[in-house]
């Protein structure tokens, strides 16, 4: 669908912008991962067209303001080493929930936690968000510093079986979340 806004984000060492159908082959590189999607919802990934199938949805079935996947580009390459969405839970009470995944040779370099802080500003500032949650399997508590790191606060420690993945089950989870009125922005850079 179209986007009326310009979606694109720049950070110190990052460029997001929407998906193309061109970024199937290195979206694969991370969704046919275990090492990845282990903790996400989706089945890990067989093919590359499985990949091009999200991406085309995304293309033709997001409806900006309620739901906004971006690729994730090092502006080193160019490259595309991971997404980063936040999609609209309840319109009425203006909350959103974000969530990611980054190529596992990308790890550990800073890259979420310096983006997470100008997806939540957008979130807040261009769809119209007034509560964005972010959740986290107990297994997986590298996510749940990115959150903290992105100046979220932690609101439930435990929540028992939140969510299921497609590969490992039911998951315990923790809670973070961000507020359109006490949240420090981080306005994208403009290139
Ligand atoms: C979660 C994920 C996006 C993190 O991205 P990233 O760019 O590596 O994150 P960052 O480098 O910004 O920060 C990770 C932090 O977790 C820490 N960390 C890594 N592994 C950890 C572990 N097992 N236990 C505790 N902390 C850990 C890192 O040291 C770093 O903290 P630091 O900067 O204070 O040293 C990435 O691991 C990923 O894609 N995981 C698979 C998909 C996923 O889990 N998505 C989130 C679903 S909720």
Redesign the pocket.
Known sequence: MKKPINMNIVTPRIILRPFILEDAPFMFK?TNDV??????RFNTHKSVAESMRIISSWIEKDTFPQICNWAILKREDLEVI?SIGIGTTSVIDERGEV??????D?????????ILPYVLTFGFDNMNLHRIE????LL???????MK?AHMSKECPLMRHYYKSSQTGFHDSAMYVAFSDTYNRYPSEIL
Request: hydrophobic content about 30%; cysteine-free.
């Open positions: 991370w090492r990845v999607t282990q903790y996400l991971g969530g990611y995944a980054l190529r596992f990308e790890w550990n370099k800073g890259y979420m936690s310096e972010a959740t986290h399997s997986n508590p590298a996510s749940g510093k990115v790191k």
